[in-house]
């Protein structure tokens, strides 16, 4: 449960209609079993301890009997478990009876939650729950309520909710109650028969409300030992995070396990509820279970590249989104200042290649020719043939205005006038080719009568990586919110549908290597690798989407990069590099303090104005602490 992650279970057991004693046993071996894979928190099917299908024997005293001498079997039999349970039964309570579930923590109840909203055919034998405050149970009071708030004791966002799968249809459902109550967690137990259409839909309505409110969601169905007469159940498992489906359990699944089992993050539905400010409204009454502390083993999969879809259908709408989004944004820059081009620095290398795609589109998209970009190419001390050839051919291949000016008598003369020795090749030695060409570009928009766009990414904002007020500055940024790793698969994108010559280059440009290409080529090869110096961008994007996006403690995103990068990058690899990576993020705030303006394209951007404020001397001692 260490950084909130906490194992939870949906769990079908095999039952018998009506044989309670036996569904009880049932019950508590499968709840011996989800404790024994280290989860704290189970769900059960609704009416599991009688069976859902039976009918008009909810009326009989002694099937009413069982059920509650089931209910306090299943507690004695798991008093042992560090396990918090919801199972189903009938309960009957001064002249009615309910539909309830029982939540059960360390061989007590402690408490039920009624089903409120009932169909036709459940009003022949239950009353819809009313908030009744507590109600007897052999010796003992225990609350009775849907106004109940199940807290642990040792992990504070761990607050557990219950509804009924009846409930998910409903415009009113007890969870959104619950979500502003303060609930991260909704365990769900449903008895829904199955149809041709129906598993989908519920996958629908559980995914969909887990997103909506921000939490996680538990659906437990019933499963095929409630088959009879005309109704056929199937045993439909969900759990959903946020929208995200984590597990799915039904009977067509080959070797299908009673058990579903998987890691719920508690504290990321926590930090994101924060940004909203919705939650936490109402006041239900607070019911503690659990015990301290406890490491969790994680089983789900965190991807390597939070910013890129893994399945390809979706990749690719997302790279035509972002494109097409960064394009709009361009236009409407463009017709705004009424610029008579668009002037692109391009090196041959990732970023300026898609900034200057964007920059085509986005002229044909107000109906102009591609030959009122220019592209300008800048070689100096640091240009290999290969990206300065491959700068010609892309712009050639575009159709843009094409212009070389070679940089490197005026970098010279600088140095001469301000002392520093061409042999030095420090920061001041690359600054000086980056200031330069900066303000040739915005020379030759002043001339052209354009304006520059910008090529710098999320990534290196991130990092600072970038030479401020050189290619720091433009007067509009199109990559600023597009992360390295999915900017290689946007221009590989745009080259799958280009024409043989163009998408040739394009490819090429994405397999050169990352460098900004200021220190002199070694056997004419580039010498200056940016991923050499800070660290993999496959990683600083990583860091980026959990510590910034997410909002986690660098510990927590150290320990899933060495679940996503295991046998990739060792655990004092990914130290070190998230060291560089805060170290860097915090003190170069202040070039993100005074970045243009850029078309915010997806969930994380790091404009000053509007999704990251941040102080330019704010302190990273707290975020570096135990990376060592």
């Given at each position: 449960?260490?950084?909130?992650?906490?194992?939870?279970?949906?769990?079908?057991?095999?039952?018998?209609?009506?044989?309670?004693?036996?569904?009880?046993?049932?019950?508590?071996?499968?709840?011996?079993?989800?404790a024994a894979a280290g989860a704290k928190l189970a769900v059960f099917p609704e009416l599991g301890l009688t069976g859902a299908t039976c009918a008009d024997l909810f009326l009989q005293q002694r099937l009413l009997d069982a059920a509650k001498d089931a209910l306090l079997s299943v507690a004695a039999?798991?008093?042992?478990?560090?396990?918090?349970?919801?199972?189903?039964?009938?309960?009957?309570?001064?002249?009615?009876?309910?539909?309830?579930?029982?939540?059960?923590?360390?061989?007590?109840?402690?408490?039920?939650?009624?089903?409120?909203?009932?169909?036709?055919?459940?009003?022949?034998?239950?009353?819809?729950?009313?908030d009744l405050g507590e109600v007897r149970l052999g010796d003992r009071a225990v609350p009775f309520g849907t106004d109940l708030l199940f807290t642990h004791t040792a992990l504070a966002e761990l607050r557990v909710g219950c509804e009924f799968g009846g409930d998910l249809a409903s415009p009113f459902?007890?969870?959104?109650?619950?979500?502003?109550?303060?609930?991260?967690?909704?365990?769900?137990?449903?008895?829904?028969?199955?149809?041709?259409?129906?598993?989908?839909?519920?996958?629908?309505?559980?995914?969909?409300?887990?997103?909506?409110?921000?939490?996680?969601?538990?659906?437990?169905?019933?499963?095929?030992?409630?088959?009879?007469?005309?109704?056929?159940?199937?045993?439909?498992?969900?759990?959903?995070?946020?929208?995200?489906?984590?597990?799915?359990?039904?009977?067509?699944?080959?070797?299908?396990?009673?058990?579903?089992?998987?890691?719920?993050?508690?504290?990321?539905?926590?930090?994101?509820?924060?940004?909203?400010?919705?939650?936490?409204?109402?006041?239900?009454?607070?019911?503690?279970?659990?015990?301290?502390?406890?490491?969790?083993?994680?089983?789900?999969?965190?991807?390597?590249?939070?910013?890129?879809?893994?399945?390809?259908?979706?990749?690719?709408?997302?790279?035509?989104?972002?494109?097409?989004?960064?394009?709009?944004?361009?236009?409407?820059?463009?017709?705004?200042?009424?610029?008579?081009?668009?002037?692109?620095?391009?090196?041959?290398?990732?970023?300026?290649?898609?900034?200057?795609?964007?920059?085509?589109?986005?002229?044909?998209?107000?109906?102009?020719?591609?030959?009122?970009?220019?592209?300008?190419?800048?070689?100096?001390?640091?240009?290999?043939?290969?990206?300065?050839?491959?700068?010609?051919?892309?712009?050639?291949?575009?159709?843009?205005?094409?212009?070389?000016?070679?940089?490197?008598?005026?970098?010279?003369?600088?140095?001469?006038?301000?002392?520093?020795?061409?042999?030095?090749?420090?920061?001041?030695?690359?600054?000086?080719?980056?200031?330069?060409?900066?303000?040739?570009?915005?020379?030759?928009?002043?001339?052209?009568?354009?304006?520059?766009?910008?090529?710098?990414?999320?990534?290196?904002?991130?990092?600072?990586?970038?030479?401020?007020?050189?290619?720091?500055?433009?007067?509009?940024?199109?990559?600023?919110?597009?992360?390295?790793?999915?900017?290689?698969?946007?221009?590989?994108?745009?080259?799958?549908?280009?024409?043989?010559?163009?998408?040739?280059?394009?490819?090429?440009?994405?397999?050169?290597?990352?460098?900004?290409?200021?220190?002199?080529?070694?056997?004419?090869?580039?010498?200056?690798?940016?991923?050499?110096?800070?660290?993999?961008?496959?990683?600083?994007?990583?860091?980026?989407y959990y510590l910034v996006r997410r909002g986690f403690a660098p510990e927590k995103v150290r320990r899933l990069a060495n679940c996503a990068f295991a046998g990739v990058y060792d655990d004092a690899t990914v130290a070190a590099w998230l060291q560089t990576f805060c170290r860097r993020f915090f003190?170069?705030?202040?070039?993100?303090?005074?970045?243009?303006?850029?078309?915010?394209?997806?969930?994380?951007?790091?404009?000053?104005?509007?999704?990251?404020?941040?102080?330019?001397?704010?302190?990273?001692?707290?975020?570096?602490?135990?990376?060592?």
């Amino acid at each position: 449960m260490k950084d909130g992650f906490v194992k939870v279970a949906c769990c079908v057991p095999s039952i018998v209609v009506a044989d309670a004693a036996h569904n009880a046993a049932q019950t508590a071996e499968l709840a011996v079993q989800a404790a024994a894979a280290g989860a704290k928190l189970a769900v059960f099917p609704e009416l599991g301890l009688t069976g859902a299908t039976c009918a008009d024997l909810f009326l009989q005293q002694r099937l009413l009997d069982a059920a509650k001498d089931a209910l306090l079997s299943v507690a004695a039999a798991t008093a042992q478990l560090d396990l918090l349970l919801f199972v189903g039964l009938p309960f009957a309570w001064q002249g009615r009876i309910y539909d309830v579930a029982a939540a059960i923590y360390g061989g007590s109840v402690l408490a039920l939650v009624p089903k409120t909203m009932l169909s036709a055919e459940e009003m022949r034998h239950f009353a819809s729950g009313e908030d009744l405050g507590e109600v007897r149970l052999g010796d003992r009071a225990v609350p009775f309520g849907t106004d109940l708030l199940f807290t642990h004791t040792a992990l504070a966002e761990l607050r557990v909710g219950c509804e009924f799968g009846g409930d998910l249809a409903s415009p009113f459902a007890p969870s959104a109650d619950a979500a502003i109550a303060g609930v991260t967690v909704i365990a769900c137990l449903g008895a829904d028969a199955e149809v041709v259409g129906a598993a989908a839909r519920r996958k629908l309505l559980v995914s969909a409300q887990s997103a909506r409110l921000t939490c996680a969601y538990l659906y437990c169905g019933a499963g095929d030992g409630e088959s009879t007469q005309d109704a056929v159940f199937t045993g439909h498992a969900l759990i959903c995070e946020t929208g995200a489906v984590l597990a799915e359990r039904n009977e067509a699944q080959k070797d299908v396990s009673p058990l579903l089992l998987t890691e719920i993050d508690a504290q990321k539905i926590e930090i994101d509820r924060r940004r909203s400010g919705v939650f936490g409204g109402e006041t239900y009454r607070a019911v503690p279970f659990g015990a301290g502390l406890s490491e969790t083993e994680l089983t789900r999969t965190f991807a390597r590249l939070p910013f890129v879809p893994q399945d390809k259908a979706a990749l690719r709408e997302r790279c035509e989104t972002i494109f097409r989004l960064q394009a709009l944004g361009l236009k409407k820059r463009i017709a705004h200042t009424r610029a008579k081009t668009a002037i692109v620095g391009v090196s041959g290398g990732l970023d300026s290649t898609l900034a200057l795609l964007v920059s085509v589109r986005a002229m044909a998209l107000l109906g102009r020719p591609a030959s009122d970009v220019v592209a300008v190419t800048m070689p100096c001390f640091g240009t290999t043939s290969r990206t300065r050839s491959n700068a010609e051919r892309l712009a050639e291949q575009l159709g843009c205005t094409f212009k070389t000016v070679d940089i490197s008598a005026a970098v010279r003369q600088h140095f001469a006038d301000i002392g520093h020795a061409e042999t030095n090749t420090d920061t001041t030695y690359e600054n000086a080719q980056a200031r330069e060409r900066t303000q040739v570009l915005m020379d030759l928009a002043g001339d052209l009568g354009g304006f520059v766009v910008g090529t710098g990414d999320l990534s290196e904002l991130a990092l600072g990586w970038a030479t401020y007020n050189g290619d720091h500055m433009s007067m509009y940024g199109v990559n600023a919110s597009v992360p390295k790793t999915l900017m290689r698969h946007i221009v590989s994108h745009i080259a799958d549908g280009a024409q043989a010559p163009l998408a040739a280059v394009l490819r090429d440009i994405v397999a050169t290597p990352v460098s900004p290409e200021l220190l002199p080529p070694k056997d004419g090869e580039i010498a200056q690798k940016t991923e050499a110096i800070v660290g993999p961008y496959e990683l600083h994007d990583f860091f980026l989407y959990y510590l910034v996006r997410r909002g986690f403690a660098p510990e927590k995103v150290r320990r899933l990069a060495n679940c996503a990068f295991a046998g990739v990058y060792d655990d004092a690899t990914v130290a070190a590099w998230l060291q560089t990576f805060c170290r860097r993020f915090f003190s170069q705030q202040f070039k993100r303090s005074c970045v243009p303006d850029g078309p915010a394209v997806g969930t994380l951007t790091l404009s000053p104005r509007s999704d990251w404020r941040m102080p330019s001397d704010a302190a990273a001692a707290a975020w570096l602490d135990n990376l060592s």
